[in-house]
């Protein structure tokens, strides 16, 4: 087999992974096999095999696309916004929006995403780029906001609003509600509250509560 | 076959259900069937299917007695103390010294507990007996100590701190560290701080988060 490069093989490679995605969103991720989505695709079996060794490979693929298409859908609140707590709505909400069409099939993803040996969890070495990316919207949120925070509290910030939008994401999974609307009230409910916490970080009694969160955060990182 | 009946019954079921938890952890589960757990057990398999339809409701046996191994645990310090951070500590402490043996296929569990449509997930209907149970431990733990805060945030708490302890599962899930160490330091970590914030909700400032909190929780409960 001639190897793909440049423009074509990008080109291939997406158009592997949008019919995978819609195949999966049609008919579910088990009944889909690697045959189907090649068949779709337009593509040989060996082909597609070249560029996803499995379809677990497909999910990592589904949260690339996922991330881009969140970090795409938050430049408009964090380029126009400047206080805390709107751009933390504005990036929870574009969070939702982009994961929303995936709903029906999101508890299969997730399986995978749960199994602690599983290259696609989370918090594995593997999503290490991936985490970096997701964490680095967080990192944007907090630095170009005009929160007033102690500094060791604001260089932790950006992970525990990561740990957050995780709380939300295993929240919206088991969500049923029509247009997963209790997931849009959580992020709407929440925000204000972590809004609060987060500024009151400054007040005498619970600067210190935030110095030790601190500590924590760096002793226990996985 | 003529149905199994009273003490007879009860204790042919805890046979099973103690040989195939030692057989999990001896051999993992996936590579357990219900044959080699009925042939270990001393059972026909047709009586090992007659007390359970699948191995998976093994799993829900196994929530169950880790339930009532921690409810067991939780008795010295629920009874000798009276101080809410002891309290917590000690029923934490517990929690996860129930599950340390576990830990090793902890993560095969997990992926069952992790979907959405599983019945073994702790949000779904047929896990409510299981989190009641859990969920009263919790209560306890509140109700027994001598504990300050407003009457609507304090009938809350319980709920709280049983998320809190999921978190705790859930980071003990993918806790590599030797002897899950470094789930005993979150433990140990997070408890002053949980305390510190618990009892600061009385505090004019805090205490209108606290309420609103009160009011997030009951408008998204699932």
Redesign the interface.
Known sequence: MTEPRGGRSEQTRAVIVDTALRLFRERGYEATTMRAIAKEAGVSVGNAYYYFGSKEELIQAYYDELQEAHNAACRAVLDRERAFAPRLLGVLRARVDTMVPYHQF???F??F?????SPL?P?SAESGPARQSALAVYRELVEGSDLKIEPEFRKELPELLWLYSMGIVL?W????SPGCA?TY??VE??V??VD??VS?SR?P??RS?AR??V??IR??R?
């Open positions: 999101a508890g299969k997730f399986k995403a749960a199994e602690p040996t969890n918090f929240y999974v088991h969500d049923s209790k009230l959580l409910r929440t204000p509250l609060r916490m009151m007040l009694g619970f509560v030790e969160l500590g924590v002793d226990v996985a």
